[in-house]
């Protein structure tokens, strides 16, 4: 990790323990957009994360301003950093100086079934990139204002945040490329990526909340931390999120190698497991304390529920690499699982 | 924020990814390109296979050269162990004595017993057992019951060692045992001795059977049994110390992921190119599960690298590790398309007999779990 993605870490961290309480984010999920949030983040550069320099970002590479994300699953940050980022990024393509401000989403066709992606906090967003596959399996891009473009009745997803489908509005106009995403394939394969990167992140915070809780909550006389069953029970989960950590990791050490693909798809597939197993875990360690909106723990755990489904499941993922290793066939197993044939 | 989560990124280094095509030529020439079952650590004995590792120069491989060590690195000897068990080779013969003995020796040993034992485990001609356990004594360790007398030039050893694995074969077991001291703890007192099992009088051992009808571990009784004293390894009283770094090397490795691959490889050829919607999910979670943890695996490789004790990260990967191997033939099962070839069955079968030990050797799921959580700071 470069010095500046290290520094903006630690002033994002210190930034969103305070500018992101448990009280901004219920405020999210009762309806009303957090725009201060949104400009303490914007002040610290970290929407631009990975645009140039030239054009007012901090310029980081690709690999290395997706891990910011994980903030975003420790904080539960509710505002679409992912898109905003990753979009700023495909979006300096398009020239136009005024779309690299204000929140943007994207709206990309979904990696099952026909037609496009609920498209995450739509009604909230200036911009909406619109990511539309020609039959060759590459991408071109129109950055559109959210106001131009048709959207169906907002609905509040697990993680209580806004969404809506694209019903039309996009195709006319002028379309750009972008060489980060090239093809359909590469834009699903970030936006899983940023997935596994966001759920790492909210399983550390979970298991920070279960282990704070466990040492804190007494029943018979003692700490539930003093139980075995107790610790058993936390000693898998912890498990799970350096499972899901080092896959997320993984994926990103892969970014711009041949390997890629297989990262992305391993870490959706890792970490979205590990979302489920962990967020279980976690609640039943909490008890019915955890089962209350009062308590922060389902800030978490939603967002889990919510971001293991999104841009493909884990059975979706685990197909494509099952796939990939059946046409390669039983000898080639070894070789493939470890990048070395 | 635990620390025990925090695995670095490692990417192996060129030598050991040369390596690699080394060892995969030297499996394909001296066992042939035969389908092969499970290599198992524990099992799979073969004296003749570990003397030609010696030759490669493969057993030892990190050791000092004052030794006849390679001075390699802990990656090499990563990636070097991985494509054996991939494989399916027989490394049980030396498999204990690389991956603990020889290192216990080098960091607690005398400098005599490093020039009498080290260059013969690492020309292969030297295998070790494993002493702990006893018949009152599994998880709780530190209850051993052993007892070593010191007596004119040595110790005379009386109780009994339970699964000590190869012990009816290999030639030296390092032993645990219970030395005079004046401390109340329950950790002092505790030593370590290296037993020749060829040539003690007052040494009875005895296979016992396991479930799969294999004869692999023992029971070993010590009737006042000498031993003489420059095999004390390190100082008396010192042995928790001795054991527990020993069971760090125990945990991290490929070994703990492995030991139902071939069924993996198996299932996939039984699967063959155009697999059901289901079964390709079924093989791709459990070739997701394994590349996390081959790179937490490496990751630890690293860790050792740099000298570090990882602990909690050891047992983090044992305890992923042993339950993905007890999920693989569970899986197989039942996804494979029905009937199978003998191979597939045999090596299934086998690994379903087998798969109860995965998550016992080397530090039970429970036991291991309870380090992660003191890890964690809850005990």
Known sequence: MNETTQLMLESAERLLRDACPKAVVDQVEAGQRPDALWTELEALGLLSACVPEAQGGVGLPLA??????????????????????????????????????????????????????????????????????????????????????TFSEPRKGLAGEPEALLLGGAGKGSSFSSPLAPTLARLQGLLALSRAVMMAGALESALDLSVAYALERKQFGREIAKFQAVQQQLAVLTGEVAAALRAADAGLEALGSPREATAWAVAKARAGEAAGKGAEIAHQVHGAMGFTHEHQLHHRTRRLWCWRDQHGHEAYWQAVLGRALCAAGADALWPELTGSA | MATALTFDPVTLPPAAEALRSEVRQFVAETLGNERRRNSDFGASHDPEFSRALGQRGWIGMTWPTKYGGGGRSFFERYVMTEELLAAGAPVGAHWIADRQSGPLLLRYGTEAQREFFLPKIIAGECFFSIGMSEPDSGSDLASVRTTATPVEGGWLVNGTKLWS???????????????????????????????????????????????????????????????????????????????????????????????????????????????????????????????TLRNMSISVAGMLESNRNPVVEAALVKELGNNFEREVPEIARLVAPGGGSALFRQTLEDTILHAPSFTIRGGTREILRGMIARGLGLR
Not at chain 1, 108 to 118: D, E, F, I, T
Request: hydrophobic share 45%; glycine share 8%.
């Open chain 2, 165 to 291: 694995s190869g012990a009816h074969r290999n030639h030296y077991m390092i032993t645990l045992v219970r030395t005079p001291t004046e401390s109340e703890s329950r950790h002092a007192g505790l030593s370590q001795l290296i037993v020749d099992l060829r040539n003690a009088s007052g040494l009875t051992v005895r296979p016992i059977t396991n479930l799969a009808g294999d004869a692999e571990f023992n029971e070993v009784v010590f009737e006042d049994c000498f031993v003489p004293a420059d095999r004390l390894v390190g100082e008396p009283g010192n042995g928790w110390e001795q054991v527990t770094s020993e069971l760090g090397y125990e945990r991290s490795g490929p070994e703990r992921f492995l030991s139902a691959f071939r069924v993996f490889v198996e299932l996939l050829r039984e699967v063959g190119p155009k697999p059901t919607d289901h079964q390709a999910a079924v093989l791709g979670r459990m070739a997701a599960h394994m590349m």
């Open chain 1, 64 to 149: 290395e301003g997706l891990t910011l994300l994980r903030l975003a699953g420790r904080y539960a940050v509710p505002v679409p950093f992912a898109e905003t980022l990753l979009g700023r990024a495909l979006a300096v393509e398009a020239g136009l100086p005024e779309v690299l401000e204000g929140m943007m989403t994207i709206a990309v066709p979904a990696v099952q079934g026909n037609g496009y992606a609920s498209v995450p906090f739509a009604p909230w967003a200036r911009w909406v990139l619109v990511a539309q596959e020609a039959p060759d399996g590459s991408v071109s891009f129109q950055c559109l204002p959210q106001e131009q473009l």
